[in-house]
């Protein structure tokens, strides 16, 4: 079995982000994502000062969403990222917003990073760090 590794964080669902409905405005979802990953960076050491301090970038080159319940104004709801092991060199993590008392989804998702050098070329390979990041989970 596949060793699983996610992290969580509780957002609050400011004024700011709803729309006249007080439904969160979609624009809204990539930076619960962005929070998600930063979680799981300081959890489990792959944030993106420690991509960039190994020289390279990890911008995100797909996103997409399924929103299955309104999130609303004053929800307190709880992000989960999980991270999708892959042998390519990219780093794919699957997110789901539930209720933090009931457990009701308002929306999952993912997205997909890939590696880039400082001079801005896509790497095929996975760089060393990251290999190095796997072993040390003991993921693919």
Known sequence: MEKKLTA???????FSEVDSMNIV????????FEDAR????????LGYMTIFSNGYFAPLVEMSFKYKKPLVYESKPVIIITYVPTESAKIVFEY???????????ATGRTVQVF??????LVWENPEFYRDWKRKWEIK
Do not use: C, N
Request: net charge negative; aromatic share 18%; no cysteine.
């Open 38 to 45: 930063e979680a799981f960076g300081r959890k489990y050491g």
């Open 8 to 14: 969580s964080k509780q957002l609050e669902i400011r």
């Open 96 to 106: 789901e917003i539930i209720d933090g008392e009931d457990g009701t989804v308002y």
């Open 116 to 121: 880039m050098d400082r001079d801005y070329r």
């Open 25 to 32: 405005w979609h624009g809204s979802y990539p930076l619960y």
